[in-house]
């Protein structure tokens, strides 16, 4: 590795540049075997070595954990909140101070990059690096490159890419993102197509890209072609993972039931390189559920509680939710006990889990408890957790318990959305509150302004209705008003104010205007209202 010279010969060396030719550029790399994409560092070791001459015009990388002389993370990331320039030019600008580039701290702040969601200015990176005259990035660069590609310019381009790589390091790790998303647009065409491809190339080693064509069967309904999959597995010597097995024991119990699927489970008992986990044991679980085999599924789940390891929540809350859909609570309470001694934060999308399962089981003292036991240790109130208990209440008619807790999260600062007011304007409805529903739909009228939400036409109709029973059709037409403000108006609401406006003996020629304004196709009851009035000016 050559360092860069010092800052103070920068300037003299870009003079030099200009009158004197390029020195050719010579680029090395070892590359350690043994490879695993699932891995956020790559073995892979390589470096530019680049002629003096030309080391303050081209990025010298190296396989350290720091660049040097500086904050280079820190840059990029202000860069990218201010929106101001480029993420590209800071990477510039910073070799361009004689500075050297490590390949690991890039790699770092990618993936800090996408975990806020910033997909672009991580893809910019990865372009930079493929063209700072390096021939061979990491299978993991090829792969987020691929993945970045298809989250910030879609399938189409990430097609391209995959088609302008030529070696087999960078087609393997690429295709697989590519494949990925063929699977979660549930195109069973290109998906197949694609794996014919990379099958003739020799780029399916792997049990992943056979995995992702069984959840695409999965998704799309398609069980019977999962066995052809495992089929193609063995004879090609691929072996079959945790997932694959999950993934054939679930097409199994849909296509031929619980012994097909206990089938598939003894030979993956059978198998000494499969660690059988708590997830094939909660999908055995789930099959005996949908057979009804309710003992069955129960003993199954007990089972894989002894499986979970104490790392991460996420196992605790899957198997609450199994519990909670086979109507078992102590199952439910043991399980949200036992996860508590998980060494991190609850989260609020764990509190969420476990309130809703008590909700559903109808456990409302328990949900009580649990949800003062979030409110005791959360430092933002999130609206959607007070919402599970809000609901709860108003579906159990305990309309008083659900205003007042609506008043408390006002009091302690939630923020009420959309949701919020669906809950309410139902609750409301249902205890025949019409006054306080109609206030709470306004109300979340109003958030259109920052919320995409659309209340259920039932409730619509419900209020017209409403005005109807009471005669009141100056407020029907203020509210239809409304909801044509915002396109909720439909069929049902024009009906009911029809039959208003022809009790009163009054043509409603200008409200069937309305409703064809709107696009709304008449039925044989609007329809022989508009004879009707026709005829009569006839």
Request: with cysteine; charged share 25%.
């Amino acid at each position: 590795m050559i360092s860069p010279k010092p800052k103070q010969d920068t300037k003299s060396n870009k003079n030099t540049l200009r009158s004197v030719s390029k020195k050719s550029l010579k680029m090395q790399f070892k590359a350690a075997a043994g490879f695993n994409l699932s891995r956020f560092h790559s073995s892979w070791t390589w470096r530019f070595v680049l002629s003096q001459s030309y080391s303050t015009n081209k990025a010298t990388l190296i396989n350290g954990s720091y660049s040097g002389g500086g904050d280079l993370k820190k840059r990029i990331l202000k860069v990218v909140s201010s929106g101001v320039n480029p993420t590209r030019s800071v990477l510039e600008n910073w070799v361009d101070e004689g500075r050297r580039v490590c390949l690991n701290e890039l790699r770092v702040i990618i993936r800090q990059l996408m975990k806020r969601r910033r997909f672009g200015p991580a893809l910019e990176i990865l372009n930079w690096m493929e063209t700072q005259h390096c021939s061979q990035m990491s299978p993991y660069d090829y792969a987020r490159r691929q993945e970045l590609t298809v989250k910030e310019h879609g399938r189409i381009e990430a097609e391209r890419y995959f088609e302008s790589l030529t070696s087999t390091v960078s087609l393997k790790a690429a295709s697989l993102p590519l494949l990925h998303c063929y699977v979660e647009e549930r195109s069973t065409e290109k998906a197949e197509a694609f794996m014919l491809k990379i099958n003739k190339l020799g780029l399916a080693l792997s049990p992943h890209p056979f995995n992702e064509m069984m959840k695409l069967y999965k998704a799309t309904s398609q069980y019977q072609k999962v066995p052809s999959v495992i089929l193609q597995m063995k004879q090609n010597r691929i072996t079959l993972n945790v997932l694959s097995y999950n993934l054939w024991m679930d097409a199994c119990g849909e296509l031929s039931g619980v012994e097909s699927a206990e089938m598939v489970y003894k030979e993956m008992l059978s198998n000494q390189n499969v660690e059988v986990g708590w997830s094939s044991l909660a999908t055995l679980a789930n099959i005996y559920k949908k057979a009804g085999l309710t003992d069955k599924a129960v003993l199954a789940l007990k089972t894989a509680e002894k499986k979970i390891s104490n790392s991460n929540h996420y196992p605790y809350f899957f198997l609450i939710t199994q519990y909670a859909s086979l109507k078992n609570k102590d199952g439910v309470h043991r399980v949200w006990e036992a996860s508590k001694a998980v060494n991190s934060p609850i989260t609020c999308a764990n509190y969420m889990c476990i309130l809703s399962s008590l909700v559903k089981l109808g456990d409302m003292r328990e949900a009580e408890r649990t949800f003062v036991e979030w409110e005791s240790q959360c430092r933002t109130y999130d609206i959607r957790v007070s919402n599970i208990l809000l609901g709860g209440y108003m579906r159990n008619g305990s309309v008083e318990k659900a205003e007042l807790l609506h008043y408390r999260t006002l009091e302690k600062g939630g923020c009420p959305n959309s949701k919020t007011w669906e809950i309410l304007v139902e609750g409301w409805i249902r205890s025949q509150q019409m006054d306080k529903a109609i206030d709470a739909l306004k109300s979340g009228l109003a958030s259109l302004k920052h919320y995409e939400w659309r209340p259920s036409p039932s409730i619509a109709v419900a209020i017209s209705e409403y005005f109807e029973e009471t005669r009141n059709f100056e407020k029907a037409m203020e509210f239809l008003t409304t909801l044509r403000h915002f396109g909720l108006a439909n069929l049902q609401v024009y009906k009911s104010l029809l039959r208003m406006q022809t009790s009163r003996e009054e043509s409603p020629l200008y409200i069937l205007e309305m409703m064809q304004n709107d696009g709304i196709d008449m039925d044989d009851e609007t329809s022989a209202i508009y004879a009707g009035i026709l005829h009569c000016e006839n």
